[in-house]
């Protein structure tokens, strides 16, 4: 429980000491006060004690109003300089501990406003001679949520007895839920508190905000599970990308040694046999893996090693048979490149036909959907060409070009885009299924003209021998030596490295592994039965306050909890579908008003009962808005008295009336706190 007990101002001006001092009791406090007395920098001052002044619009002193920092005004119209303010804040926790805040809003010294003393017990009203122990802390700086010895807001958490959760944030990083944020779900300002639900709450790169808080003030057990899935998630990601890079390293790998990638899918899977994952290179015309490869070459090598360089005119028949045997090879691979590269012209003509009939239907679906909204909004205002039929006439009009005499119902404009729907993703198939097949034919013409190129090589060493002096060594035969050891040595590298992606992929893998099974693993229903419970009881208990509230603008059996964010939703069926809209766009301005206050009360009601996390405090800063009618504000303060072991902090004006007032508080039990005058008033 978080209990604010009393609260003190102390402003020095170049004309004396000016400030004041209140109380506070548990259950409902009325905080009265005429406009520009000072009520909402009251509000203001309690929120800057706690370091929540990020709800108001700011941080540090900049959030505080200029009686605070600049001038004090008393009387009207005099004014007064202000050399150094502080603030004051008494709090309990549910043990009985006490605690006195004190923090500066502008100080003559080289005090910064992020500065906090603790003093671990009663200050305000004390009228001991030594004082309790103080502490320095600090906030709004690294380290303020979880420094231990000088951070504030871990202090503030350990003092609360809370445990605050850690969250994923929208960069995949793990860290603590701020204090900051949850106390936007009890304390609503004036200026924009009441423009939606937690509309102050601060951001920090947390998505779905709400639902985080939510979850721990009813300390829903989908706290876990929804770590657990977004963790595993963003795993699955750097996974997928890292699969992806490696899998480009194999085919760039392939590339630079004259083969093809083979066994090695495009997205992550569990390997359990690399076997099938290799390289494989062409002699001949027959492909090997790479240690088969280097195995003949080797082998080549060896057989050749063995023989004693043979002269010219020795190797004539032999040059003669191997060039016949190359150009045969040459015109067999001239007429294969001949035909890939025809069936590649017209795979890209096929592929430029697709693309084309993609954007024909893309356009077909745009013009449809939109034909579609008109029509469904001609049937809202009851056009009658919209309905089918002729406004001059009467006679029915067929959504169809074809002739009123042929008997033939059209397609729906619905089952229309449903069709054109299935004819994009089908096209869409096909230009995959087409650019892949033109990366493959492309490759396949790269590693042609790669062999032409070789191969032709070999054909002008043959005819440079057969030309030579015959009683010359053979430089066929040197040069094949040299080159069968340097294509030996540059394949064993490559196998080498070869060897580093497929241990890279093992580990991949093993890590792909781990996140299947984690993810097999989560529970298929993320909210505990418990949970399910908690929630229910907070659309009932929502729905009934909402009602003692008289609100109006959306009938009850249409109003819900949100399972995503668990903020309040209108559930209507649209079409054949049951979707939700905000509550917020579908009740008018007076009704949200009665939502918020309705909200904010379910939430405290739903951890009361399932014994959650919330502090037990309630903050509002004039709740009566949008005009709502006094007999309605009374209802609500009403209803709000009856938490006696909870605290309720009202700001109000009452329209600076006694009528107003008296008319809001009848039967009403509470605590008046009225500031008479000002709030900063000279000190006797």
């Known amino acids: 429980m978080l209990k604010i007990k009393k609260i003190k101002f102390e402003v020095n001006t170049d004309s004396g000491l000016y400030g004041s001092e209140y109380t506070f009791n548990i259950g409902l406090n009325i905080i009265r006060a005429d406009n520009t007395s000072g009520k909402s920098s009251l509000f203001q001052a309690i929120t800057y004690c706690l370091g929540f002044e990020e709800i108001i619009g700011g941080k540090n002193e900049k959030t505080m109003q200029s009686v605070f920092r600049d001038q004090v005004e008393y009387p009207k119209d005099v004014f007064h300089k202000v050399v150094q303010s502080f603030v004051y804040l008494e709090i309990e926790n549910s043990k009985g501990d006490i605690i006195t805040i004190k923090r500066s809003v502008i100080s003559n010294s080289d005090r910064k406003a992020q500065l906090v003393d603790i003093y671990l017990g009663e200050v305000i009203g004390n009228t001991e001679d030594i004082l309790p122990e103080m502490k320095p802390m600090y906030i709004h700086d690294k380290g303020g949520a979880t420094d231990e010895i000088y951070g504030f807001h871990l202090f503030l958490e350990n003092f609360l007895n809370w445990n605050l959760p850690n969250v994923l944030t929208n960069s995949g990083d793990s860290r603590k839920l701020y204090i900051q944020q949850i106390a936007s779900s009890f304390m609503i300002e004036q200026k924009s508190g009441w423009s939606d639900f937690f509309a102050t709450m601060p951001h920090y790169g947390l998505s779905n905000k709400e639902a985080r808080v939510v979850e721990f003030l009813l300390k829903l057990d989908v706290t876990e599970n929804k770590k657990r899935k977004q963790k595993i998630a ?383 405090l309630i903050m509002m800063d004039e709740p009566k808005q949008q005009d709502a009618a006094i007999e309605n504000f009374n209802s609500f303060l009403k209803t709000i008295s009856s938490y006696t072991d909870s605290q309720i902090l009202i700001f109000a004006s009452f329209e600076n009336s006694n009528e107003a007032f008296n008319s809001a508080t009848k039967d009403v039990n509470f605590n008046l706190v009225y500031i008479k005058d000002k709030l900063i008033r000279p000190i006797l």
């Open 234 to 616: 963003f795993n699955k990601r750097i996974i997928e990308e890292k699969w992806i890079t490696l899998n480009n390293q194999f085919i760039r790998l392939a590339e630079k040694g004259g083969g093809r990638a083979v066994g090695l899918e495009q997205k992550p899977v569990i390997i359990n046999d690399y076997k099938g994952v290799n390289i494989l290179l062409t002699k001949g015309e027959e492909e090997y893996t790479i240690t088969n490869y280097i195995d003949l070459e080797v082998e080549e090598l060896r057989t050749t090693q063995n023989k004693t360089v043979g002269t010219v005119g020795q190797n004539i028949s032999d040059d003669e048979v191997q060039l016949e045997k190359i150009n045969s090879f040459i015109n067999n691979l001239s007429l294969n490149y001949e035909l890939v590269s025809t069936e590649l012209n017209f795979d890209k003509d096929r592929l430029r036909s697709y693309r084309l009939q993609l954007d024909l239907l893309k356009e077909d679906l745009r013009k449809n959907k939109g034909a579609l909204k008109v029509k469904n909004l001609g049937a809202v205002f009851n056009l009658k060409t919209s309905s089918e039929t002729c406004p001059t006439c009467n006679q029915d009009i067929k959504d169809s070009l074809l002739p009123l005499e042929v008997e033939q119902v059209p397609m729906r404009l619905e089952d229309n885009i449903d069709f054109i729907d299935a004819q994009i993703k089908m096209v869409t198939v096909y230009i995959e299924g087409q650019e892949k097949t033109i990366i493959e034919k492309e490759k396949k013409l790269d590693l042609y003209r790669s062999r032409l190129s070789e191969e032709r090589a070999k054909v002008r060493q043959i005819k440079r021998e057969l030309i030579s002096d015959e009683r010359l060594p053979s430089i066929r035969d040197i040069e094949n030596r040299l080159n069968l050891k340097k294509r030996i040595e540059f394949y064993n590298k490559f196998l080498e490295d070869f060897n580093l992606l497929i241990e890279e992929l093992k580990v991949l893998s093993d890590h792909w592994k781990k996140i299947v099974i984690d993810e097999s693993k989560l529970p298929k229903n993320f909210f505990s039965l418990n949970d399910e419970k908690k929630l229910e009881f907070l659309e009932t208990r929502f729905k009934t306050l909402l009602k003692n509230f008289n609100y109006t603008s959306q009938q009850n059996e249409f109003i819900h909890i949100s399972r995503d964010n668990y903020l309040p939703v209108i559930r209507k069926p649209f079409g054949e579908e049951i979707k939700d809209y905000s509550i917020r766009f579908d009740s008018s301005g007076s009704d949200f008003i009665r939502c918020i206050w309705a909200y904010t009360f379910s939430l405290l009601d739903s951890s009361i009962k399932f014994d959650g996390n919330h502090p037990r």
